[in-house]
Nanobody
Framework: QVQLVESGGGLVQTGGSVRLSCAAS????????VGWFRQGPGKERELVAG????????NYADSVKGRFTISRDNAKNTAYLQMNSLTPEDTAVYYC???????????????WGQGTQVTVSS
């Protein structure tokens, strides 16, 4: 079992930056893939970025490439999402997810945090 708790959301102006954190409990976190999803108003949940268990493989949605960076510190059982050059289109609830498959996460991955709101004002 892995429990995930996101933090770091809030209100930011267009062009600003935010770093989200996902703190995990459980000794198996380092063997799990981790991903950040988001769900904006009236939109489906979408994968924003993913990282494999050892941190050497990452993937990003086209809409955030070059602006967002996913990383993890397995010694701290924590994953991060650095978000730069934010626009109002990035406004959403951001969720952290973990999957015992060490390569990638999907919308049906078993472990989820409660979400953190990021609001980008114009």
């Amino acid at each position: 079992q892995v429990q995930l708790v996101e933090s770091g959301g809030g209100l930011v102006q267009t062009g600003g930056s935010v770093r989200l954190s996902c703190a995990a409990s459980g000794r198996t976190f380092s063997t799990y893939a981790v991903g950040w999803f988001r769900q904006g108003p009236g939109k489906e949940r979408e994968l924003v970025a993913g990282i494999n268990a050892n941190g050497r493989g990452t993937n990003y949605a086209d809409s955030v490439k070059g602006r967002f960076t996913i990383s993890r510190d397995n010694a701290k059982n924590t994953a991060y999402l650095q978000m730069n050059s934010l626009t109002p289109e990035d406004t959403a609830v951001y969720y952290c997810a973990a999957d015992p498959r060490d390569t990638h996460v999907v919308v049906t991955s078993p472990y989820w945090g409660q979400g953190t709101q990021v609001t980008v004002s114009s």
